[in-house]
């Protein structure tokens, strides 16, 4: 079993509709949690962390955790077409400061 | 820098050739990673430096792979006798420390194509 399992997509969305993207994760000692972007022959790029159970909001993007179930989300606002791109989640080991595990990411397409 | 800075940005070598790729982190960053993306594939860490103490060498895929760190500050990575399955972009990431939730700012990476 994968750290972080994501389902690749893609997953493809209206402009102006909420995308949903989603995560588990298996090492309970997980504290802090991340979204990347990455945009096709880009780095990644953080948009969220979050380390404590519930929502978090910024701007269009909220993040949403539940340690219980091992579940991390982002939800995307208002999707634009500037929202396209491939999503990874990301958990640190609990165990072992710093490092991350990655999700192999969503490819989000929004759709004008 | 301002950012995380690698070079070469693009390398093309022959099978078998040894090749070095740099990494300049943010200034004042203490931990420093190199992460491996392969097409369609998600981010294979490969090794963690955090100021003096021993790197974290537990994700080098074979022992073809090394790196250092200079100073505390620029690393180089060297693949060894490449191989067509080292085909990636080798990302490097440097963070302030490497305490659990500090942001991790990636380089643009090193697209590498072996031959």
């Given at each position: ?35 990347y ?6 780095s ?6 979050i380390?404590?159970n ?5 701007g ?22 500037s ?13 072992t400061?710093?490092?991350l ?12 | ?15 078998g ?17 190199w ?11 490969l ?15 074979s ?25 990636a ?23 590498l194509?072996?031959v």
């Amino acid at each position: 079993q994968k750290e972080v399992e994501q389902n690749s997509g893609p997953l493809s969305v209206p402009e102006g509709a909420i995308a949903s993207l989603n995560c588990t994760y298996s090492d309970r000692g997980s504290q802090s949690f991340f979204w990347y972007r990455q945009y096709s022959g880009k780095s990644p790029e953080l948009i969220m962390f979050i380390y404590s159970n519930g929502d978090k909001e910024d701007g269009r993007f909220t993040a949403q955790l539940n340690k219980a179930s091992q579940y991390v989300s982002l939800l995307i606002r208002d999707s634009q077409p500037s929202d396209s791109a491939t999503y990874l989640c990301a958990a640190d080991r609990g165990s072992t400061l710093g490092r991350l595990y990655f999700g192999r990411g969503t490819q989000l397409t929004v759709w004008p | 820098g301002a950012g995380v800075s690698q070079s070469p940005s693009n390398k093309v070598t022959e099978k078998g050739k040894d090749v070095e790729l740099r990494c300049d982190p943010i200034s004042g960053h203490t931990a420093l990673y190199w992460y491996r993306q392969s097409l369609g594939q998600g981010l294979e860490f490969l090794i963690y430096f955090q100021g003096n103490s021993a790197p974290d060498k537990s994700g080098l895929p074979s022992d073809r792979f090394s790196a250092e760190r200079t100073g505390g500050s620029v690393s180089t990575l060297t693949i060894q006798r490449t191989q067509q399955e080292d085909s990636a972009v080798y990302l490097c990431a440097s963070s302030l420390d490497g305490s659990g939730g500090n942001t991790i700012y990636f380089g643009e990476g090193s697209w590498l194509t072996v031959v």
